[in-house]
């Protein structure tokens, strides 16, 4: 079974530094895909970037960008200039690729960004 | 910019009623899930559903859960007799290729 661990419950940042979300997985899939989304308050689940594991290069989406160690099995969710709107909950997920293609997700960090 | 709906945006209903969560996916999606998430943990896959029929369960979806989409637009999830435990939120979600849009989710509240 797939496990996803996210080891840092909740994180705070001060506006327009960096912070760093930890993730590591567990497969023994070699086809699969790593998701970060973001949950606000208000509940809805936003994709904030995705990366294919056979992909070396690490995704990047304007602010966003990843550290992807296929190796080591982890998954880290890098956040430059970071913006009040950041403030949320942050979730790892992992899709084997194939077959249901669902979500397995971690148990989230939540992150505060402070003025 | 086309997005999964979800009615209704929140539910209340009495231990041991059944009820109907709706599903509007996008509209050239062919893959279909329903997450669920209890307050302050995480989500937990429920069902998905892809060519008119259940691709894969969860150990959660026991007897008391169903899905359907009856009129090829609608996904539903019902929930013949709830529990307490079935408080949650539930997402749908619907993809084409491998990325699921979640809808805004429905809050159930069984009393």
């Known amino acids: 079974a797939q496990t996803v661990t996210q080891s840092q419950p909740e994180m705070s940042v001060q506006e327009a530094e960096t912070v760093t979300l930890s993730c590591t997985y567990d497969?023994?899939?070699?086809?699969?895909?790593l998701f970060w989304y973001k949950q606000p308050p208000s509940r809805q689940m936003i994709l904030v970037i995705r990366?294919?594991?056979?992909?070396?290069q690490n995704a990047m989406e304007n602010r966003f960008s990843v550290n992807f160690q296929k190796a080591a099995k982890s998954f880290s969710l890098k956040i430059s200039d970071s913006q009040l709107g950041d403030t949320a909950m942050y979730f790892c997920?992992?899709?084997?690729?194939?077959?249901?293609?669902?979500?397995?997700f971690g148990k989230g960090t939540k992150l505060t960004v402070n003025p | 910019e086309p997005e999964v709906t979800q009615t209704p945006s929140h539910q209340v209903t009495q231990m041991g009623q059944e009820v109907i969560l709706r599903c509007v996916p996008i509209?050239?999606?062919?893959?279909f899930y329903w997450y669920r998430q209890i307050l302050g943990q995480k989500v937990e896959f429920l069902v998905s559903?892809?060519?008119?029929?259940?691709?894969?369960k969860s150990e959660i979806f026991d007897d008391q859960f169903s899905v359907e989409r009856p009129d090829g637009s609608n996904f539903t999830l019902k929930i013949r007799s709830t529990k307490l435990e079935d408080s949650a939120m539930y997402f749908c979600?619907?993809?084409?290729?491998?990325?699921?849009?979640f809808g805004p989710g429905t809050r159930l509240t069984v009393l």
């Open positions: 990366q294919e594991a056979y992909k070396q």
């Open positions: 979600a619907t993809s084409l290729w491998n990325e699921q849009f």
């Open positions: 559903f892809y060519n008119n029929e259940i691709s894969e």
């Open positions: 497969t023994s899939e070699n086809n699969y895909y």
């Open positions: 509209s050239n999606h062919l893959y």
């Open positions: 997920a992992f899709m084997i690729k194939g077959g249901s293609e669902k979500l397995v």
